[in-house]
């Protein structure tokens, strides 16, 4: 394949790049994706990191170079690496786009020399999204293949839309959530946790889109998340499920908020919740607490509780 060959290539030809001469297992291969038009992201085929350069680097078949998608992605990474040279480079280096037609990578053909033909700039100067905090890199390495082994040395990564969807009607099998990921790995995205959260049966990565709790979790923030949370939820931000939510980011019946209860004693020496508030923590005013009052059982469900800010 053409992604194999750059590989094997850079490698080869490192030192003659402008890079250290090092071990080619020392060469910076990140995860990072930026935003598109719409809310789609975009993954690099690679980054590499030589010692007076950054590279985001995408190869493709001649014939696809003029491909609408094609030219929309190296738009993006084009005005990606001009912000990233301005404002998130703090060794000075510069960020630059490649976009390498796959029959010019040859053995006898430098880093450099492929660079300074095949340096992609755009004429757009601003990102396609309006968020800039889109596009960066993972705070998480994303684990492939047969290196997974599930919940052990990586946790699933979820659209949060979807893992809300999913969880809050899902079955859990006798007491235990996440089967298919398991029994199916190959079937699901994996991100590994280097933190102070270890992987563990239950927890997910999940990216939250929004202002509406940005004094706690950024715009664009990705967290781990941990389902069907147990014991006293007081204070804590939990994904919420109800039918008469409507988020903005989430869309109809879920939200991310802090969660608070009162509670009322009954006759029987039980108890109930008389009023459950959602609350937002936002810089902007105009996110107001959910505010929910006789519920029965089941109206509202915490589908996940988060765990940490990954970044």
């Not at 990216?207 to 715009?219: A, C, L, T, Y």
């Not at 967290?223 to 980011?249: F, T």
Request: glycine share 8%.
């Amino acid at each position: 394949m053409a992604g194999a060959r750059l590989v094997l290539t850079l490698l080869l030809h490192l030192g003659q790049s402008g890079a250290a001469e090092r071990d080619p297992g020392d060469l910076l291969l990140q995860e990072l994706q930026i935003s598109l038009k719409g809310g789609a992201m975009y993954e690099p085929d690679f980054v590499v990191e030589a010692t007076d350069v950054k590279y985001l680097v995408e190869v493709k078949r001649p014939d696809q170079l003029s491909a609408d998608d094609v030219v929309e992605k190296a738009d993006a990474a084009s005005v990606w690496c001009k912000h990233a040279t301005q404002h998130a480079s703090p060794d000075g280096r510069p960020w630059r786009y490649l976009l390498l037609p796959a029959d010019v990578i040859l053995e006898n053909r430098s880093l450099k020399i492929l660079a300074n033909e095949h340096e992609y700039r755009t004429a757009v100067s601003t990102l396609p999204s309006a968020e800039p905090a889109g596009a960066k890199v993972l705070p998480f390495r994303l684990i492939r293949g047969g290196e997974v082994i599930p919940f052990v040395n990586a946790v699933p990564k979820y659209d949060l839309k979807i893992a809300a969807g999913r969880f809050s009607a899902e079955q859990v099998v006798d007491g235990v959530p996440q089967v298919g990921e398991v029994t199916n790995p190959e079937g699901y995205e994996w991100a590994a946790l280097e933190g102070r959260t270890k992987p563990a049966r239950g927890l997910f990565v999940a990216q939250v889109v929004g202002e509406s709790m940005n004094k706690r979790i950024p715009n664009g923030a990705w967290c781990v998340w941990r389902l069907h949370p147990a014991g006293s939820r007081q204070g804590k931000v939990v994904l919420a499920m109800h039918r008469d939510i409507q988020d903005p980011d989430l869309g109809a019946g879920f939200t991310v908020k802090v969660y608070e209860s009162e509670k009322e004693d009954l006759d029987d020496g039980s108890w109930q919740h008389s009023r459950i508030v959602l609350k937002p923590l936002s810089t902007d005013p105009s996110f107001k607490p959910i505010v929910l009052e006789g519920l029965q059982d089941g109206d509202l469900v915490i589908v996940a509780e988060m765990v940490e800010v990954l970044g």
